[in-house]
Nanobody, 122 residues
Framework: QVQLVESGGGLVQAGGSLRLSCAASGFTLDYYNIGWFRQVPGKELEGVSCISSSDGRLYYADSVKGRFTISRDNAKNTVYLQMNSLKPEDTGTYYC???????????????WGQGTQVTVSS
């Protein structure tokens, strides 16, 4: 059974940092494209950062470039999202997702976690 479980969300002041974790089970993470998406209030679900399984290429949304870093630990079957210099507009629900074939960081992937809430206060 494929499962993705996110953790690490919470409440932080603007300028602070959080690290999200996504533990995968039921499949081997390094064979899959893996990424983080977020649902910001009033906006559509968007791709934040993704890793391509084929070449390791990283994608970052323009709004998070230079502030967020995605990484994976294949031994732990876990992917992380380090978020620094957080802004109030980063507030939302963050989801981890995986897909075997789809490499583009768009929210139509096959497997999703339940989400973790990130709230950035001003």
């Amino acid at each position: 059974q494929v499962q993705l479980v996110e953790s690490g969300g919470g409440l932080v002041q603007a300028g602070g940092s959080l690290r999200l974790s996504c533990a995968a089970s039921g499949f081997t993470l390094d064979y899959y494209n893996i990424g983080w998406f977020r649902q910001v209030p009033g906006k559509e679900l968007e791709g934040v950062s993704c890793i391509s399984s084929s070449d390791g290429r990283l994608y970052y949304a323009d709004s998070v470039k230079g502030r967020f870093t995605i990484s994976r630990d294949n031994a732990k079957n876990t992917v992380y999202l380090q978020m620094n210099s957080l802004k109030p507009e980063d507030t939302g629900t963050y989801y981890c997702a995986a897909d075997l074939l789809q490499a583009m960081c768009v929210p139509n992937w096959d497997y999703w976690g339940q989400g973790t809430q990130v709230t950035v206060s001003s």
